[in-house]
């Protein structure tokens, strides 16, 4: 099993849509989390940070539930420009320094 | 403001040969990384530092070597290029965290083929 899953789409949704990725991990110690965006053939950039009780950036919203061990995203009012792959990562300090990426959930929004 | 810079852009090296990839930073940051990222896979640490002078293995370490001899610059070196190592190197820094609640700025990125 991979430390951090997700899947990988691709989500393809029309503008406007509201769409939602999950992520799960399996290391019970991940102690901080993350979700990055990634354009093709670009580097990730940070997207925002996961909390647990939840926080939003304009119409963006993640969440953390440390029980089950997942977090999420949600997109609300999709635009274009959204298109990219989304990065979860996840942060723990299991035997020493460890950052783990997801694969990444692709998605396009067309017009 | 560069943030992160990595050099070469793109390289195509045959089985055996060597090369060195250098990143840059001007952030003034403890931590720095390299990744490889393969389609499917996501990326994978290969080395990191956490200071001038210190470098230790990450995930898949075998076959590269570091080196972290200025704060500003972390180099991977490949020994003897196989191609299994054709992939996407990225570098990365970040700053000194205790609650490791930081975020990691990335460069441009090294597509390298091995033929």
């Known amino acids: 099993r991979k430390e951090v899953e997700q899947d990988p789409g691709p989500f393809n949704v029309p503008e406007g849509a509201t769409v939602a990725f999950n992520c799960t991990y399996s290391?019970?110690?991940?102690?901080?989390f993350f979700w990055y965006r990634q354009d093709c053939r670009k580097e990730p950039k940070l997207l925002m940070s996961?909390?647990?009780s939840g926080n939003e950036d304009g119409r963006f919203t993640a969440q953390l539930n440390r029980a089950s061990q997942y977090i999420s995203l949600l997109i609300r009012d999709s635009k274009l420009s959204d298109s990219a792959t989304y990065l979860c990562?996840?942060?723990?300090?299991?035997?020493?320094?460890?950052?783990?990426f997801g694969a990444g959930t692709r998605l396009f929004v067309k017009a | 403001n560069a943030g992160v810079t990595q050099t070469p852009k793109f390289r195509v090296l045959k089985t055996g040969q060597s090369m060195t990839l250098l990143c840059a930073q001007d952030?003034?940051?403890?931590?720095m990384y390299w990744y490889r990222q393969d389609p499917g896979m996501g990326l994978r640490l290969i080395h990191y530092?956490?200071?001038?002078?210190?470098?230790a293995k990450g995930e898949v370490p075998d076959g590269y070597n570091v080196s972290r001899l200025k704060k500003q610059n972390f180099l991977l070196g490949l020994e003897s290029a196989a191609p299994s190592q054709t992939s996407v190197y990225f570098c990365?820094?970040?700053?000194?965290?205790?609650?490791?609640?930081?975020?990691?700025?990335f460069g441009p990125g090294t597509r390298l083929t091995v033929t």
């Open positions: 530092s956490v200071g001038e002078g210190t470098t």
């Open positions: 996961v909390y647990s």
């Open positions: 952030m003034n940051h403890e931590y």
């Open positions: 990365a820094s970040s700053t000194l965290a205790v609650t490791q609640t930081y975020e990691q700025y």
């Open positions: 990562v996840v942060n723990g300090l299991t035997g020493g320094f460890k950052t783990i």
């Open positions: 290391n019970s110690a991940s102690q901080s």
